[in-house]
């Protein structure tokens, strides 16, 4: 007889007897050595009584049939088994939310002065409580009846949700929370200046976190073994999320569900409880601990030398010398050093002195504190060399991507690039997963398309309400940063979607992946655009483009032919789950990454700068309004009509191609297969575009590209035939340099308003949400005639023509988006006084130079020759920023 029973009790047993002794052994460290019991200590005390309860459930279910098949139950344990099943499914949620809060509140003790590390941990804490009680609530009435949780045999038509489905739809919230509290602290651990006896200890104690990750990622292994093999039993009969108990092995699957439950919880707290011991175990091996041999080389630099010249007072000598001293004066007090070369406490209210500080005590914070845990030694060492953390990370300020030539821009375009590059593979993931899903869930195609519109819903959301405010406030790599958390947060929901195959669910991962990737394009666009040179902008935004089209198609092919290739029911769906939790986890480790590399940054002062020395040309006025404004929101009107119109082609792409070309007559290829090579195309088009802007003007680019969509959408729609597939294909290659030139002409000259500009021109993305039902109701209303639907897409493509024609016709316009060689930010501040002399003894400034009157062929291209030193500047350009303190 197989038996899971015992493997699933020694585990949780031997398990909770270790987090017991961390518990123990905690309170020792904080009852004897520190003789102070704080608050997050208190909740650790109550989240280890519910793990006590938890245990015990599980362990007396396995004495009444839990890990055995049902069929190998005794009836009359039937639900003594129920009812220990029920209390553990009951317990878990709140036992990882008290001990979620320990840690949280123990974080809180680590900094009062860090607003941004306080903010995210009040963050966390809503987010935890917020899923704990949910998910607690979920439990308590997982049937209906809740009565039918334990005595399911006495009412015939009971309904349960299944426990396995609920613990594989709670994970992405589980595995976030894991992710975040084991993040939280790095930015404060990374800013200490140590000894590195103490830096190895202090990595090795708060890493002890990745550990619950680690096992909530195998937990969630075996929960979709579990969950497969229940779709396996019951798909003929009974829908995948909401199901009946009855006749389920449930006793038998459910086993090592508990069991690795039980291994989550006590290894957090077995985690949570390592920082807690430092305490007694620099009591027990003081020399290991306090590291007393080593000397950092901050300590060095700033006389931290235990000498005869700078050795601290003795211990009863400072007591005194503090309590005679006013408290105002006290707190500026700095810990010194005793004879041992082993740091002292510098509160007043140290029991002895060999008192030992908590690991807290090595946290950044300015000041003492009653409470132990939040003194730190920071002063001890002398100030704070900003520029480096952690001995081994530069995190010295760059230049202002503003003042960048070409060759400094490489580096940072070249890591910004990788975002676009991760976008694309979540598009190409995202879209093949959408049609697999429609597939197994029958969905018609309006649903479909709503899948569509929740994606591109994010995008009129997140710009303006996420990245504009972090932009504006806190710069682009906080906008990454944001940006890749939230897709990372949305490629994990789809664990629950794909579990409960829920439509609902899908809507709601897309649109979390949308706003992700809308908080993304608010900052990326405009960074590449702007890093470096400013007549390169349509160059380097197109060829970061051209990487997220590369992405998408390599991430299609992966998708269809690879990943999803089996994916034909709701079972293998589940196993997609791990494609995108590989996509989380590196788009957290890229999100860490961003936080420690020099990202530059564009002030909104040197944004108006760098426009106000093209300030004739910028505010020169169309039909009585500023040039940059009508050029603006001609952009904006453009780039909402190009996408809308892209995205209702994209959608329709299939539906036509069978309409014009009967299968037998498709050369062997599919309607995916046609896609794929559309969006080959399209990356193609996109290196094509950039490649050709070294040379013309992006205004006639862009023109050429519109005329050349206006003209193959009305072929499509007025032939018919193989040709017309062909043409469609064709439309790829001319939407490619569209959305990234459109992007970066438009923000041209908009000086301290460049962020909310790109914010805006994010936003009109999110027409992509609604065009598709436009068309497909236009094909409806026409009897199913998809290529007369087209008509759609000549509109919107021919609206959005609009601006390429303004451009090119209107004058000021002209001036103003055409690129000036070395336009970049310079400020000659040694001979800045003498150019104010020398430009009073000569008169007015000259009108500005149009460099680009002449035509590109003749102007001098800085991507290709760059002189090593700035060539002479306009009398306009050479003025510095001071100069126009009052415009």
């Known amino acids: 007889m197989d038996d899971r029973a015992t493997p699933t009790l020694v585990v949780t047993i031997v398990f909770f007897v270790l987090a017991s002794v961390f518990v123990a052994l905690r309170f020792v460290s904080r009852v004897g050595v520190v003789r102070k019991v704080a608050a997050h200590d208190y909740l650790m005390l109550v989240a280890w009584i519910i793990d006590f309860g938890f245990v015990f459930a599980i362990c007396y279910g396995t004495t009444q049939g839990l890990g055995l098949h049902q069929t190998d139950v005794p009836p009359q344990s039937n639900v003594a088994l129920n009812t220990a099943e029920y209390v553990a499914n009951v317990l878990y949620n709140p036992t990882l939310l008290i001990l979620k809060m320990s840690i949280l509140i123990f974080f809180l003790s680590l900094s009062k002065t860090d607003k941004v590390f306080r903010w995210a941990i009040y963050a966390t804490i809503f987010v935890v409580n917020a899923a704990g009680v949910a998910l607690t609530l979920v439990n308590i009435l997982q049937c209906r009846p809740v009565s039918a949780a334990i005595w399911p045999q006495q009412v015939d038509t009971a309904t349960c949700t299944d426990i396995v489905t609920i613990y594989l739809s709670s994970a992405p919230v589980n595995l976030i929370t894991d992710i975040a509290i084991f993040l939280l602290p790095v930015p404060i651990l990374t800013k200490l200046r140590l000894p590195r006896k103490q830096k190895i200890i202090l990595i090795v104690t708060f890493s002890f976190g990745v550990f619950t990750a680690v096992v909530d990622v195998i937990r969630v292994a075996y929960l979709q073994s579990a969950a497969t093999s229940r779709v396996q039993m019951i798909h003929r009969t009974q829908s995948v999320g909401l199901t009946s108990k009855l006749g389920q092995d449930f006793s038998w699957y459910g086993a090592f569900t508990f069991m690795w439950s039980a291994v989550e919880v006590n290894t957090g707290i077995m985690c949570a409880c390592v920082p807690g011991l430092k305490p007694l175990a620099a009591r027990i091996l003081p020399r290991m601990i306090k590291g007393s041999t080593d000397i950092s080389p901050q300590r060095a630099s700033y006389g931290g030398y235990n000498t005869s010249a700078n050795r601290a007072p003795s211990w009863s000598a400072r007591r005194a010398s503090e309590e005679a001293t006013p408290a105002r004066q006290r707190q500026s007090l700095h810990p010194g050093s005793g004879h041992n070369g082993t740091e002292t406490s510098p509160s007043p209210r140290a029991e002895a002195p060999e008192d030992i500080i908590d690991m807290s005590y090595f946290l950044s914070h300015s000041g003492p504190s009653d409470d132990l845990e939040s003194s730190t030694v920071e002063e001890s060492y002398g100030p704070m060399n900003v520029s480096r953390f952690f001995d081994f990370v530069n995190m010295k300020k760059p230049k202002s991507m503003l003042a960048m030539n070409n060759k400094e821009s490489i580096p940072p375009v070249a890591l910004t690039t990788i975002l676009f590059f991760m976008w694309g593979l979540g598009y190409g993931f995202l879209d093949v997963l959408n049609d697999q899903f429609q597939m197994i869930d029958h969905l018609n195609i309006w649903a479909y398309l709503g899948l569509h519109a929740a994606y591109y819903g994010g995008y009129l959301v997140s710009p303006l309400a996420v990245g504009r405010v972090v932009l504006r406030r806190w710069g682009f790599k906080a906008t990454f940063i944001s940006g890749l958390c939230i897709y990372a947060c949305g490629a994990l929901i789809f664990w629950p979607s794909a579990v409960l195959t829920s439509f609902p669910a899908f809507i709601i991962s897309n649109f979390i992946v949308g706003c992700g990737f809308g908080v993304l394009e608010t900052a990326a666009n405009p960074f590449i655009a702007l890093c ?354 009052g415009t």
């Open 532 to 885: 470096g040179p400013l007549e390169n902008a349509e160059v380097r935004l197109n060829f970061s483009q051209a990487i997220q089209a590369t992405a998408s198609v390599v991430s299609a092919v992966l998708a269809k032919k690879a990943l999803f290739h089996s994916v034909q029911d709701a079972a293998s769906l589940v196993k997609v789950q791990w494609t995108y939790l590989a996509i989380a986890l590196f788009d957290l480790l890229l999100a860490v990454a961003f936080y420690y590399l020099p990202v530059p940054e564009a002030s909104d002062e040197d944004l108006r700068t760098l426009s106000d020395r093209r300030k004739e040309t910028n505010s020169a006025r169309v039909l009585g309004v500023p040039v940059i404004w009508v050029t603006f929101g001609l952009g904006v009107f453009s780039q909402f009509c190009y996408v809308g119109g892209q995205e209702a082609f994209i959608t329709s792409l299939a539906s036509y191609i069978r309409a014009q070309v009967p299968p037998q007559s498709q050369r062997g290829l599919s309607t995916y297969d046609y896609t794929l090579i559309g969006r080959s195309l399209f990356a193609v088009g996109r290196f094509l575009t950039a490649l050709a802007q070294w040379y013309l003007k992006p205004r006639w680019i862009l023109l050429a590209l519109y005329l050349g969509l206006i003209v193959l959408s009305v072929l499509c729609v007025k032939l018919t035939g193989f040709s017309t597939v062909v043409l469609a294909l064709l439309v790829f290659l001319f939407e490619s340099g569209v959305f990234s030139t459109t992007f970066a002409i438009s923000l041209r000259g908009m000086g301290a308003h460049t962020k909310t500009a790109a914010a805006i021109m994010a936003t009109a993305i999110g027409a992509g949400s609604f065009t598709p039902f436009v068309q497909r109701a236009a094909a409806f209303g026409t009897g199913h005639n998809t290529p007369y639907s087209l008509v759609v897409i000549v509109a919107l493509f021919s609206a959005g023509a609009l601006y390429p024609i303004y451009l090119n016709l209107v004058p000021a316009a002209q001036k103003q988006v055409d690129p000036v060689p070395n336009e970049y930010l310079r400020r000659h501040h040694r001979h800045r006084r003498s150019r104010r002399k020398n430009r009073a003894d000569e008169g007015p400034l000259p009108k500005e130079e149009h460099y680009a009157r002449g035509g590109v062929w003749s102007r001098p291209r800085s991507l290709v020759e760059e002189p090593s030193s700035p060539p002479p500047l306009p009398e306009m350009a050479m003025t510095s920023e001071h100069d126009f303190a």
